[in-house]
């Protein structure tokens, strides 16, 4: 991937009409569809988040981890941060989808702390940045409730406005920057210009895939779930939305434990896992192995089409869990579904799982990891009202993580 004309700066209308950005954001009432927004009152909540803001990432090399998510995954460059603007240390590449954005970061510099995080946890998500109205108030609140505030609230100003943020610490190296970006209009954060790429996708392909970010998953230590879970609770006044422990998430020979928080309006969901006693290692146990400690396994991508996203996902060259053919065939799985958008024979052509609940249904599909070591993937999800995570679909699902952990010798 290039970048057009990247060492010139656009004349300021023009840089003003591109920080604004045209990928049009998904709406509250799409929010809803999409992925399960609810109704809350932001006025009683002691830690209000208006959404998701970036997923940042620390790559080993930012150019080709940019250009994968443009080419593979249909995201479009909106900003720039490297050399050619005066930043010495990095590369970083601001890619969005409808309302994900996504930061990739690569050392520029030998010497940067990038590149003995990237030694030790190789490609990973390193700050789940969150959106929220008064970023004093919300670190405040977490401060006096036993959180690490890795970065004080502070201004960054330049043409296009102010924006303020700081940074709380949670699982691993793993942080939340907390922004406020209500007085800001520029591209992304002061440092950073509008550019785009020359890529062109091939004729025919959707403009976007996805349309937003359902939930980003995070694998901790045995016995550190539920301190985690009271974490979110006590110092985000997140609430506990859904339990899988037993039956529900393991198999022959591996099992896990889950529960998954949220805030107040369902926008941001954390499901928090932990290995559990198994006979063989379970995909947590080879996370944590391979990315050294706790961190973020993998992120939901919701979309409104999962068929027309996997058949292009595929057509440019990514790599999805299989399902056997028994998954469809069993009466057990007809029965409980019932209807759904698309005949089950066009799911198994795909490989994709549908599960339903007493909201209504949806579909997923798990890419194999994209990253060298077997940390980080993708989900791509299609709700239909239903407000779970495929509860139904966990067996199968590990069953086919196993398989892969077993051809890698890790299970």
């Known amino acids: 991937m290039t970048i057009d004309n990247l060492p010139s700066r656009p004349a300021a209308s023009d840089r003003l009409r591109v920080a604004r950005n045209d990928e049009p954001r998904p709406t509250d009432g799409e929010l809803r569809r999409l992925v399960g927004l609810v109704e809350h009152d932001d006025s009683v909540d002691p830690f209000p988040v208006i959404g998701w803001d970036a997923l940042v990432w620390v790559v080993g090399n930012a150019t080709q981890t940019a250009h994968f998510l443009e080419s593979a995954f249909g995201m479009r460059l909106e900003a720039y941060s490297g050399p050619e603007t005066g930043n010495r240390d990095n590369k970083a590449f601001v890619l969005r989808s409808g309302g994900a954005r996504f930061v990739v970061t690569g050392a520029v510099d030998p010497d940067s702390a990038l590149v003995a995080h990237h030694h030790r946890h190789g490609d990973g998500?390193?700050?789940?940045?969150?959106?929220?109205?008064?970023v004093d108030r919300c670190a405040e609140w977490a401060r006096t409730h036993g959180a690490t505030i890795l970065v004080e609230p502070h201004d960054e100003t330049d043409e296009f406005g102010t924006v303020r943020s700081a940074a709380v610490a949670t699982?691993?190296?793993?942080?939340?920057?907390?922004?406020?970006?209500?007085?800001?209009?520029?591209p992304y954060l002061p440092g950073y210009v509008a550019r785009r790429s020359n890529y062109q996708p091939r004729a025919g392909t959707p403009v976007r895939l996805f349309q937003a970010i359902d939930h980003v998953v995070g694998n901790v230590e045995l016995g550190m779930m539920d301190q985690w879970v009271d974490f979110y609770r006590r110092v985000m006044g997140f609430t506990n939305m859904a339990e899988f422990v037993g039956d529900d998430i393991a198999t022959e020979y591996s099992a896990l434990m889950s529960k998954v928080v949220a805030n107040g309006n369902h926008r941001v969901k954390f499901p928090l896992n932990e290995p559990a006693a198994g006979k063989k290692r379970s995909q947590i146990d080879e996370y944590l192995e391979f990315y050294r400690g706790p961190g973020v396994q993998h992120i939901a991508l919701a979309t409104s089409d999962i068929l027309t996203c996997v058949d292009t996902l595929r057509r440019e060259g990514v790599e999805f869990l299989e399902t056997p053919d028994t998954y469809y065939s069993d009466p057990e799985l007809r029965a409980r579904i019932g209807h759904v958008r698309v005949p089950v024979d066009q799911l198994q052509r795909r490989g994709i799982l549908v599960d339903r609940d007493e909201d209504g249904y949806l579909l997923q599909i798990f890419c194999k990891p994209i990253t060298d070591r077997p940390t980080v993937?993708?989900?791509?999800?299609?709700?239909h009202g239903s407000l779970g995570f495929g509860k139904g679909n966990f067996k199968a699902l590990f069953q086919a993580i196993e398989r892969e952990q077993e051809s890698r010798g890790n299970l």
């Open 125 to 134: 998500v390193v700050d789940i940045a969150l959106e929220v109205p008064d």
């Open 171 to 186: 699982y691993g190296e793993t942080r939340h920057t907390l922004i406020d970006r209500s007085k800001y209009y520029g």
């Open 377 to 383: 993937f993708f989900e791509l999800i299609e709700r």
